[in-house]
């Protein structure tokens, strides 16, 4: 019974292209997030959303463009792929915002 | 400077000894620290949640932090291979929005 769960596990592409990857949460929290993490293992947050509503908007290129259609829902759209955005791409939920959260298995993306 | 500071190692360790895992921080806003085990291609897990200055224990594990020096420490004992992963320290203050994580640290546990 995942909490966190996250499509496709693996995604990979060429540059220019769009994807999206998609999240749910069955844990009945309010604030969900996407992480990148690097090579370096570094975890960097990039959105957040509390009740749908985003609340985290870090310094990311506007081509990634999340969307949560209901507080159980968190996906993320990226446009024009760079060979960059080669990551690991986490999501989490936590009860509210500041909350411990609990990470979804991650979605590998590959642009070649 | 990082707000953050951990060791990314690697640490490698014999099985059964006691491993020492930390992170410096500074931010006194700091309030709630947390420990995530993330095991090779996969997400991050909760592992101990403390709160305020002192040890908490759980099983194998203890959580230690100081506030006065700014440093939190994880303690493994009887350190066994399946304890071998990446250690992430996390911190937030009260109210904030966002975890602030170090970058890891790798720990290998040879039988």
């Known amino acids: 019974d995942t909490a966190v769960s996250q499509t496709p596990k693996y995604l990979v592409t060429q540059m220019g292209n769009d994807k999206s990857i998609k999240c749910e949460q069955n844990?009945?929290?309010?604030?969900m997030y996407w992480y990148k993490q690097d090579s370096k293992k570094f975890l960097k947050i990039m959105f957040s959303?509390?009740?749908?509503?985003?609340?985290i908007n870090e310094t990311v290129p506007n081509r990634f463009s999340p969307k949560s259609p209901d507080k159980a829902h968190l996906n993320l759209h990226i446009n024009s792929l760079e060979l960059g955005d080669s990551a690991v791409y986490f999501c989490?939920?936590?009860?509210?915002?500041?909350?411990?959260?609990?990470f979804g298995p991650g979605t590998r993306l590959t642009v070649l | 400077q990082k707000e953050v500071e951990q060791d990314p190692g690697p640490l490698s360790v014999p099985e059964g000894a006691i491993v020492s895992l930390n992170c410096t921080y500074s931010?006194?806003?700091?309030?709630?620290f947390m420990w995530y085990r993330q095991y090779s291609r996969k997400g991050p897990e909760l592992l101990m949640y403390?709160?305020?200055?002192g040890n908490k224990e759980d099983g194998r594990f203890t959580a230690q932090v100081d506030k006065s020096s700014k440093y939190i420490s994880l303690f493994i004992r009887d350190s066994q291979p399946s304890d071998s992963a990446t250690y992430l320290c996390?911190?937030?203050?009260?109210?904030?929005?966002?975890?602030?994580f170090g970058t890891g640290t790798r720990l290998l546990v040879s039988p």
């Open positions: 996390a911190m937030i203050g009260k109210g904030f929005q966002k975890l602030v």
């Open positions: 931010n006194s806003a700091f309030q709630y």
């Open positions: 989490a939920s936590s009860q509210d915002a500041g909350d411990t959260q609990y």
């Open positions: 844990l009945g929290h309010d604030t």
């Open positions: 959303y509390n009740n749908k509503e985003l609340i």
């Open positions: 403390t709160y305020s200055s």
